[in-house]
């Protein structure tokens, strides 16, 4: 599983990469599928990590109207999509929870199988970021918070080839 990481970590730089856009969005539920729809059309439809780059971003800005001040009245979430070496960057800003921050919730993968065989609607969103992205993690802007996740294509695994987990030269902790 992937861990947070901070700015510091040097992988969450926001002046890295080339934009290849922005979208500002109301805090309200129909937003996720909004960024969807955004993140869908600034890639190619066979990019092979299509399917989770919009599974993430939808898991992010979902929970940003639900568990920050952007689901509130007047409300705004920002999504941002950068390609970087290797892959892309998406980044989700919302408009602050009052100092907490974003967490894989405790618990173990059978906890997760019961959450979904029971019908839980909470809990599992950044277990699924964590899953899904190479890498990721959160900095806080001023009351905001930026939760970003990053995108590699899977590359075959053999002698002489990369090893699972690492991406030009950076090894995942996790």
């Keep these: 599983m992937n861990s947070p990481a901070d700015a510091a970590g040097g992988r969450a730089d926001p002046a890295a990469g080339v934009v ?7 805090g ?34 979902g929970n940003a109207v639900a568990h920050t001040a952007s689901g509130r009245p007047g409300g705004r979430v920002e999504v941002r999509l950068a390609a970087v070496a290797g892959g892309y960057r998406l980044e989700v800003a919302d408009d602050g ?16 199988l019961e959450d979904l065989v029971f019908g839980a609607e909470s809990g599992r969103g950044m277990r699924i970021v964590a899953a899904l992205a190479s890498a990721w993690g959160y900095w806080a802007r001023g009351e905001r918070t930026v939760v970003w996740a990053e995108f590699a294509p899977a590359r075959p695994s053999g002698p ?15």
Aim: overall charge negative; glycine content about 16%.
């Design 28 to 61: 309200e539920g129909r937003s996720a599928s909004r960024a969807r729809a955004f993140l869908r059309g600034l890639l190619p439809p066979d990019d092979p990590v299509l399917d989770d780059l919009l599974t993430v971003g939808s898991e992010t800005v």
């Design 160 to 174: 002489g080839l990369c090893a699972a987990g690492s991406v030009d030269g950076l090894v995942d902790p996790g």
């Design 97 to 112: 929870a009052a100092g907490g921050r974003p967490h894989v919730r405790p618990g173990s993968d059978d906890d997760l």
């Design 20 to 26: 290849l856009g922005t979208l500002s969005l109301p």
